[in-house]
């Protein structure tokens, strides 16, 4: 489980955060909820109708954690490949938590209650994860950009709103 995971109370933030969108959030398509076929929701529309894709859990997790005074540099939004049991993997992503900078990765994801170390994912293979200070391509520990908004527009989008609803911490 989490044993390892670091200071004392984060333990049961992540526990918290995961369990929480986990159980009040239903799986929803973007094009289900707003019609289009890639929509990055901020937290606060994906808890106003409790629906959401596998980005709106993870932003939402992931603003959350920061929140509740988890360092951005622990943590990061993690787009993978899942194997999900279809024909080919599908996109998805995930929060990844690090106790430290080069340490193995905890996830938080909507399709497992369990938060595992990701050697324990073999389900999920990672293209590239981002924060609101960089962006890392693939299992890379160091860091290929800054500033991960100007190369993701949806990123970027997702920010500016998030920012108008009084989000404005990241």
Known sequence: ???NAGKTGTNEKLLMVNDFFNQNVAFRSDQEIWGKSDYWA???????IQQGDCEDFSIA???SLLKLGIPDEQLRLVYVKADIGLSKPQAHMVVAYYTTPTSEPFILDNLSTEIRPASQRSDLVPVFSFNSNGLWIGNDSKAKANKPETRLS???DVLLRMRAEGLDTL
């Open 1 to 3: 489980m989490l044993d």
């Open 61 to 63: 997790k992931y603003v």
């Open 154 to 156: 949806r990123w970027r």
């Open 42 to 48: 901020t937290p606060l529309q994906t808890m106003g």
